[in-house]
């Protein structure tokens, strides 16, 4: 191994320590766990370029950091494509119309402890299947364009989000509901002033897992047939072509996307749920 | 009796909104067909003949049964038509990626707890880590790993690994944390020393946590397996099975794949909840 690769070890090394006295010396102060974590991120990319570097690994295993960053900035235009239809098309628009139907089959159900009884145990059910496996046959049903990846999007989206949102329902306690009865409120006062408030934290947590599910079932729906553009497209082409640092360009817009959508969700959920315990003394 | 109910009836309204569905989409093929052969067909005979096309657009229920049946006890063992063989495969993959994700989680979950440095470090990482779409790595890993000269269950394990190590390593997180300050206090008292808290307090009481996230991380690793077994190259598996029925149009054969993954997957949760009762009952936990 050359000095490159003992370098980017040493450099490994002296951050982890660095790491250890910063935790153990400030470990309450919300400035460090930042600069904490991002310096562990920066140590595992440093690492990753010097053993690569180092060992002489050929880019068709494994692509240096700085040749993917090199392939991001040459293909930028193409990549944009990519983010519109397999993203902002296929993901988003499933993820949208998904977890919209899955809400209002929530609040339909509810009005129904029959129904809830049948269709909890099946949700929960169909939550734990191998969704994905639909993809194929939502691809002959909607052709290859976005509208079949939005397709497998909305059905993987659906039951997590709907099963979050039947417990969300159910979650107020009888103290509150008894309280809603004293004031004579109708069934629909009660649902927007007491309910639906009541369920935003477990519809959050729902929808916080929807989001990477949208970015998988939009991307791998794509390895069943695609116009020749979108992520999945790429991914398998360029695979084809042993192309990988516009894989791995591909990887890191996924990745960025899936953060940004999650990092998205959960501001809006700071938002709207700021009264919860959970997002309380931060 | 009160909870199967209501189960059952929504299973049945599920079956018949799925052959009211087979109908709908399957009629334009019987009256394309009828059209050519210059024949009217009437309204009875329409919905005979889509209850048994060879290549129905969405195949009615019973002939998804019928496929499945024939599947695994139709076929010899080592048939390549045999789901036995294709859920087999998958399954020991499946399996072994499931192993090392569990044992990869709860060892990262000992290093957090026992470590601020590890966990101010790895857990943000770990929460990112899943925010990327991992399954559309899976090919690309699969070839890598061939080009390598790695080929079979391992690629494969690998990804089923990756999928279950998150949930894992979240639940024994919590579960390691869950003793009280007034239990840690106790055994502080009796002069415990760090790895007798850890084996005596720490670990039983993750135990909950733990099974919980098992169920979790078994699904997400027979996901991880099916996916991995889409690329080409791949000719045995559920994931291969339902690539060579989407490439020959051969819908009956994609269902049945995905049943025979649905089944798998309810079965591994299933024995998964067993165990889980059998230990939690040992140990005097049973809610």
Not at chain 1, 159 to 187: E, I, K, Q
Not at chain 1, 201 to 214: D, E, H, Q, V
Request: net charge positive; hydrophobic share 55%; proline share 5%.
């Amino acid at each position: 191994m050359s000095a490159i690769g003992w370098g980017a070890i040493l450099f490994w090394g002296g951050a982890m320590a660095l790491n250890f006295y910063l935790a153990e010396r400030f470990p309450n102060s919300r400035p460090v766990r930042a600069l904490v974590a991002t310096l562990f991120g920066v140590t595992l990319l440093v690492l990753w370029q010097g053993l690569v570097r180092g060992l002489n690994v050929s880019p068709v295993i494994l692509p240096a950091p700085s040749d993917i960053a090199a392939a991001i900035a040459a293909n930028l235009p193409l990549l944009w494509g990519d983010f519109v239809q397999t993203i902002l098309k296929g993901a988003l628009s499933g993820y949208l119309i998904g977890c919209g139907a899955a809400i209002l089959v929530a609040i339909a159900v509810d009005r129904s402890p029959f129904l809830q009884r049948g269709l909890l145990p099946v949700g929960n059910f169909v939550a734990a299947l191998p969704i994905v496996g639909i993809a194929p046959i939502l691809v002959m049903w909607f052709g290859f364009d976005w509208q079949s990846k939005a397709a497998v999007v909305v059905v993987m989206v659906f039951f997590p989000v709907l099963v979050n949102m039947v417990a969300g329902l159910a979650a107020t306690d009888a103290l509150s509901r008894d309280l809603m009865a004293t004031w004579s409120a109708s069934y629909g006062q009660s649902l927007i002033k007491m309910r639906l408030p009541a369920a935003l934290p477990f519809l959050f947590n729902g929808l916080k897992i929807a989001t990477t599910l949208a970015l998988i079932g939009a991307i791998v729906a794509e390895f069943f047939g695609s116009p020749t553009r979108g992520m999945g497209f790429r991914i398998s082409t360029s695979v084809g072509q042993l192309d990988l640092a516009l894989v791995w360009a591909e990887i890191a817009v996924a990745a960025l996307a899936g953060s940004g959508l999650f990092g998205l969700i959960a501001m809006i959920e700071k938002a709207a749920t700021f009264w919860h315990p959970s997002q309380r003394g931060r | 009796m009160r909870s199967i109910l209501p189960i059952l009836a929504v299973l049945s309204a599920i079956i018949a909104l799925w052959y009211g569905a087979a109908v709908l989409l399957n009629k334009q093929w019987t009256y394309d067909q009828a059209a050519r052969a210059g024949v009217t067909v009437t309204t009875a005979q329409m919905l005979a003949d889509t209850m048994m096309q060879e290549r129905p657009v969405l195949p009615a229920p019973h002939q998804v049964a019928k496929g499945l049946w024939d599947g695994f006890t139709g076929q010899k063992i080592t048939s390549k038509k045999s789901l036995v063989l294709h859920s087999w495969i998958t399954f020991s993959a499946t399996m072994a990626g499931f192993g090392l994700g569990t044992a990869a989680g709860i060892l990262l979950a000992v290093g957090i707890v026992h470590s601020r440095a590890m966990d101010m470090s790895v857990m943000p990482w770990a929460i990112a880590s899943q925010t990327i779409p991992i399954l559309a790595i899976a090919p690309m890993v699969i070839v890598v790993l061939a080009s390598l000269g790695i080929k079979g269950l391992i690629p494969k394990a690998i990804i089923a690994a990756y999928l279950s190590f998150f949930p894992v390593l979240v639940g024994m997180v919590k579960g390691l944390r869950a003793p009280d300050a007034m239990q840690l206090d106790l055994l502080r008292t009796y002069n415990a020393s760090g790895a007798e808290t850890f084996w005596k307090l720490r670990l039983p009481s993750s135990m909950p946590y733990l099974f919980a996230s098992l169920k979790v991380g078994v699904a997400a690793a027979l996901v991880g397996t099916i996916v991995a077994e889409l690329p080409a190259g791949a000719s045995q598996g559920l994931g291969a099975r339902l690539l060579s029925g989407s490439y020959y149009g051969q819908t009956i054969q994609i269902w049945s794949a995905l049943f025979a993954a649905a089944i798998l997957a309810a079965g591994l949760v299933l024995i998964v909840g067993l165990i889980e009762g059998r230990v939690l009952k040992r140990m005097g936990m049973v809610r």
